[in-house]
C-alpha cells in the first residue's frame, strides 16, 4: 500500500502580510501599553519617568513599519481604498479639530487633547466606511 503525501495548504501572500501585520502591531502595541504603565508606577516612585517612556519610541516605530509594510503589500485597488480612507479622515478631522481650536478664544471652554485623537479616530472610521462602500 503507498501511501500519498500530505500536501500542506500553502498560505497567501496576504495571510502571510496580515500576519506579518499583526505580529509587529501588537508587539507595538504591547511595548506601547509596558511604557504607559511603567510610566504612571513611576510617577510616585521617584524613578524618572521619562526612562520608561523611551519605551514609546520602538513601539511607535513598530506600529508605523507594520501600517507601512501593510500598504505595501497590497495591490492597485486596496492602496487606493486606503488612500481615500486617509484623505477623506485628513480632511474631517484638520477642518473640526483648527474649528475647535478657533472657537475655544471664543466659545467654548477648553478641550482636553485627548479630544482631538476622537476626532482622528472617528474621522479615520468615517473614511473608511465611506471608501469600503464606494469601492463595493
Do not use: C
Not at 504603565?37 to 519617568?49: K, M, T
Not at 513599519?65 to 495591490?75: E, F, K, L, Q, T
Amino acid at each position: 500500500m503507498t501511501e500519498t503525501p500530505r500536501i500542506s495548504p500553502s498560505t497567501s501572500p496576504r495571510t502571510r502580510a496580515n500576519r506579518i501585520f499583526f505580529l509587529r502591531f501588537g508587539l507595538g502595541m504591547a511595548l506601547y501599553l509596558a511604557a504607559l504603565s511603567l510610566a504612571y508606577v513611576a510617577e510616585g516612585s521617584g524613578f524618572p519617568a521619562w526612562i520608561p517612556a523611551l519605551l514609546v519610541v520602538p513601539a511607535v516605530l513598530l506600529v508605523a513599519w507594520a501600517n507601512i509594510d501593510m500598504y505595501r503589500s497590497g495591490d492597485e485597488f486596496e492602496r487606493r481604498k486606503i488612500a481615500e480612507a486617509i484623505l477623506i479622515a485628513f480632511v474631517i478631522s484638520t477642518s473640526l479639530i483648527l474649528a475647535v481650536g478657533v472657537l475655544q478664544f471664543y466659545l467654548l471652554p477648553a478641550v482636553n487633547w485627548i479630544f482631538a485623537f476622537a476626532i482622528l479616530m472617528g474621522s479615520w472610521l468615517l473614511g473608511t466606511l465611506v471608501s469600503a462602500v464606494r469601492h463595493r
